[in-house]
C-alpha cells in the first residue's frame, strides 16, 4: 500500500501524488487513495484494491540507468502498418505502463523519415509521461528532463 507523499504511476494519467489514504469524501467501506496528478488540478479517487494499475515512479538510481540503457532501445516494428494498426501498437505501448517501451515508441517515432499524425500524437503522449515520471525520480522539472537525457547519453553516463 501506498502512503500520503508518495509519487506513483496511475493508469495513462501518469504521475501523482498520493494526498491520501482513507475514506473518501462520499459514503464508502472502501479505502481510496487521494491522488493529485503531477499535470493537472484534479483530484483522483482510487480504491486501495481497485483494478486500475498503479505502480511506484521510477527511483534515481533505476531513471539514470534507463537513460544509460537509450542508445540500446530498439525501435518498434511498424513497416507497412496501417494507421489503425499503428495507433493500436502505440496505445498497447502506453497500457504497458513501461517506461522502456516508451523509449521504444519514442524512438521508433524520431526514427521515421516521414511520421504522420498519429506518430506525432503518440509520441507526444509517451514524452509526456516518460518526462513526468523522469522528473520527479530526478528532481528536476520535466522542461529540463530532454536536455538532461541528452547531456547524459552524450557524456556516457557516470555520476549525476
Do not use: N
Not at 498503479?54 to 537509450?70: C, H, K
Amino acid at each position: 500500500m501506498y502512503a500520503a507523499g508518495d509519487w506513483v504511476v496511475y493508469g495513462t494519467t501518469g504521475v501523482c501524488r498520493v494526498e491520501a489514504v482513507g475514506a473518501p469524501p462520499f459514503a464508502s467501506d472502501r479505502l481510496y487513495y487521494t491522488l493529485h496528478p503531477r499535470q493537472g488540478s484534479e483530484t483522483i479517487y482510487a480504491p486501495v484494491d481497485g483494478p486500475a494499475f498503479i505502480r511506484p515512479v521510477l527511483t534515481r538510481q533505476e531513471a539514470l540507468a534507463l537513460i544509460d540503457q537509450i542508445p540500446q532501445v530498439c525501435t518498434l516494428s511498424t513497416e507497412g502498418q496501417a494507421q489503425r494498426q499503428l495507433a493500436d501498437l502505440y496505445r498497447s505501448v502506453l497500457g504497458s505502463h513501461s517506461c522502456e517501451e516508451l523509449v521504444q515508441l519514442i524512438k521508433t517515432v524520431y526514427g521515421k523519415a516521414r511520421a504522420g499524425k498519429v506518430d506525432q500524437e503518440f509520441r507526444r503522449r509517451a514524452e509526456g509521461l516518460l518526462h513526468q515520471e523522469l522528473s520527479v525520480a530526478l528532481g528536476i522539472p520535466a522542461e529540463q528532463v530532454p536536455d538532461f537525457i541528452t547531456r547524459r547519453i552524450e557524456t556516457g553516463g557516470g555520476p549525476a
